[in-house]
């Protein structure tokens, strides 16, 4: 059984910063493609961020490009996004996906495996 958890949301002034963490256990991170999902109040959830099993492969949302950063360390079976020069509209249940396979995965039902979620507030 695979588990995913996030840590690392919080509250933080427009402009700031956060680092997103997410801790996966159950099955080989290294064999996972990983993805950042968020879900804004009311709205359906959107896509943020992948990662692809081989590391070497990354995409973005057109609206957190260039402001976040997704990464991974197979040693510690984490995978990051930090976030930087964030927005009110940024503010989000951040969620952290994972599944097998070797392309970049945009899709929430392209996931199998779901964390619970952390807050992220961003006040203006």
């Known amino acids: 059984q695979v588990q995913l958890v996030e840590s690392g949301g919080g509250l933080v002034q427009a402009g700031g910063s956060l680092r997103l963490s997410c801790a996966t256990s159950?099955?080989?991170?290294?064999?996972?493609?990983m993805g950042w999902f968020r879900q804004a109040l009311g709205k359906e959830r959107e896509f943020v961020s992948a990662?692809?099993?081989?590391?070497?492969?990354?995409y973005y949302a057109d609206s957190v490009k260039g402001r976040f950063t997704i990464s991974r360390d197979n040693k510690k079976n984490t995978v990051y996004l930090q976030m930087n020069s964030l927005k009110p509209e940024d503010t989000a249940v951040y969620y952290c996906a994972a599944r097998n396979g070797v392309g970049l995965y945009a899709r929430p039902n392209d996931y199998m495996y779901w964390g619970q979620g952390t807050q992220v507030t961003v006040s203006s």
């Open positions: 159950g099955r080989t991170f290294s064999s996972f493609a």
């Open positions: 990662f692809s099993w081989s590391g070497t492969d990354t």
